[in-house]
């Protein structure tokens, strides 16, 4: 399947649950995407904007759905992360090869200092802006505060895509060309870190200087 087989099944999809609910459905759309990052908002969102363009419903409507949607989304992954829990994850990291105890630790530590501009700017970075609300459930970041910055931060991505969609009208889909552009940089760095990370892991095992 090509990537225009691709744009054209999430648009359908997309296409259908508005169709059946409305404005509504864009919000529905949006909280299935941030439950399965390979969904791509970058299709859903400038759909829906162009979809209101038209008149079909407000773009106001589509603005507040679209964000409670993301809100949705993130509070499920969150919950995720709270049942999980931080002993939970040291167990499980502690069976993981290349990875310590300690890296938990870390990233505990980590979190505690930058975990609300995390939440709130990793709204607006794709594959992250799913992921974020694992480890804020994880470390339990307060209820209120994490839906404030999770709403503050997929508020102003949201109203990006949207407003792009409802402008551009038929040239909707656009909008996803560049969006791939800025995905492929956030895929591109993870790689790298991830086997940044595994090269010295391996170095530190190699000289016996791994521990827990």
Not at 9 to 24: D, H, P
Not at 32 to 61: H, K, M, Q, V
Request: proline fraction near 4%; aromatic fraction near 10%; charged fraction near 15%.
């Amino acid at each position: 399947m090509d990537e225009s087989e691709n744009l054209n099944l999430f648009a359908q999809w997309a296409i259908s649950l508005m169709e059946a609910l409305g404005s509504v459905g864009a919000g529905v759309a949006v909280a299935i995407e941030n439950l399965f990052p390979p969904i791509p908002s970058e299709i859903i969102l400038p759909l829906a904007g162009f979809t209101a363009s038209r008149g079909t419903f407000a773009l106001w409507e589509v603005l507040v759905w679209t964000t409670l949607g993301s809100l949705v989304g993130a509070l499920a992954l969150y919950g995720l992360g709270a049942w999980l829990g931080a002993d939970r994850l040291r167990r499980i990291v502690a069976r993981v090869p290349l990875m310590k105890v300690s890296d938990v630790d870390r990233a505990e530590a980590w979190f505690a200092r930058h975990g609300e501009k995390a939440v709130f700017f990793g709204r607006m970075i794709p594959i992250v802006r799913s992921l974020i609300s694992i480890p804020a459930g994880i470390e339990r970041m307060p209820l209120l505060r994490f839906a404030v910055l999770t709403t503050a931060g997929s508020g102003i991505w949201n109203c990006v895509f949207v407003f792009a969609g409802y402008f551009l009208g038929e040239n909707w889909s656009s909008v996803e060309r560049y969006a791939d552009v800025f995905q492929l940089v956030v895929v591109v760095a993870v790689v790298a870190a991830l086997a940044a990370f595994v090269v010295l892991r391996l170095r530190q095992r190699a000289r016996g200087t791994m521990v827990s």
